[in-house]
């Protein structure tokens, strides 16, 4: 990785470990509905701006199914199962779980009959089921049912993450900036109706605004410009190194700004996930540093 992209890569990665700050911030005001209907639209907004300032042509309406599709289970499904979840979890908590996706995606593989259980793999897909375990083992003696929830929800909203890559690995996809564009818009049409259903929960400060427009615009406007990038510099699978530094970052934001209690608990399951997670998607930080930039 040249400087630049290592620069890019650890951006990202705090961009991305920030949007769960910002949930753990408005979502008790503004309620998971509100909350994932403005992080959608303003990302969306952002886009098509940039769009038009690019003079980029947009597609949403002749691959409407696509978009559909991507923008249920990789945006409006996922965010707002985070967003109810962030009522009750951590920062850090909900980034560790987010970081299942690539795991769930590899069951869906073996499902779909596209992934072989290798060894190595099957093992990866153990110690995450083990993370999660120590992760959450003292779940009932702390928080109850309401906690189990959550757990669930934040879990369902991986899972999603995990549909949404085997889509796109099946299906044959459009420029990034249009997936993104049409996704985000699709996205925003899906949430719609939930604001109907799911009210805001407290006074609206200037604080919960700017976190909504921190998580729209930044967190997914720009991240997704930024990883698109990168995948663009150094290939999609060294990309997805972000996944395993998120975590790092949304429990640094969550100790620094929200005085949230990191546990030797939480530590030893993040790592255990994010090994499983290294062995399922075959992760080396020596392929990594010795990988070339693709050809363009």
């Not at 009750?88 to 299942?100: M, V």
């Not at 929960?201 to 729209?216: D, E, F, S, Y």
């Not at 399951?269 to 050809?295: C, D, E, H, Q, W």
Request: charged letters at 10%; a positive charge; aromatic letters at 12%.
């Amino acid at each position: 990785m040249s400087f630049a992209d290592t620069v890019r890569l650890l951006s990202l990665a705090a961009i991305w470990g920030g949007s769960f700050l910002f949930m753990r911030v408005a979502a008790p005001v503004l309620g998971p509905a509100f909350l994932m209907e403005g992080r959608v639209f303003f990302a969306a907004s952002f886009l098509l701006v940039l769009a038009l300032v690019l003079k980029k042509r947009h597609e949403i309406f002749k691959h409407w199914k696509h978009f559909f599709i991507m923008g249920l289970f990789n945006c409006a499904l996922p965010w707002y199962l985070f967003g109810q979840a962030a009522l009750k979890l951590t920062t850090a908590q909900l980034s560790i779980i987010n970081a299942l996706a690539p795991l769930f995606a590899f069951v869906i593989g073996l499902v779909m009959r596209t992934d072989k259980l290798e060894s190595k793999r099957a093992i990866g897909l153990l110690l995450g089921i083990l993370g999660v375990a120590v992760l959450f083992g003292n779940l009932d003696s702390t928080g109850g049912a309401a906690d189990i929830a959550s757990v669930l929800m934040a879990t369902g909203a991986s899972f999603a993450y995990g549909i949404a890559t085997s889509y796109t690995k099946a299906v044959k996809g459009l420029e990034p900036f249009h997936n993104a564009l049409g996704s985000l818009w699709m996205a925003s049409f899906i949430l719609l109706p939930t604001l109907f259903f799911v009210p805001i929960r407290g006074v609206v400060t200037t604080t919960v605004v700017l976190a909504t427009l921190a998580i729209g615009i930044v967190c997914s406007g720009i991240a997704f410009l930024i990883y698109f990038k990168l995948i663009k510099n150094v290939g999609a699978s060294s990309a997805l190194t972000v996944s395993f530094l998120i975590p790092v970052f949304s429990m640094l934001f969550g100790v620094i700004f929200l005085h949230e209690i990191v546990t030797l608990r939480t530590i030893v399951g993040m790592l255990i996930i994010l090994v499983g997670t290294a062995l399922v998607t075959g992760f080396s930080a020596r392929g990594l540093i010795g990988a070339k930039r693709p050809a363009s």
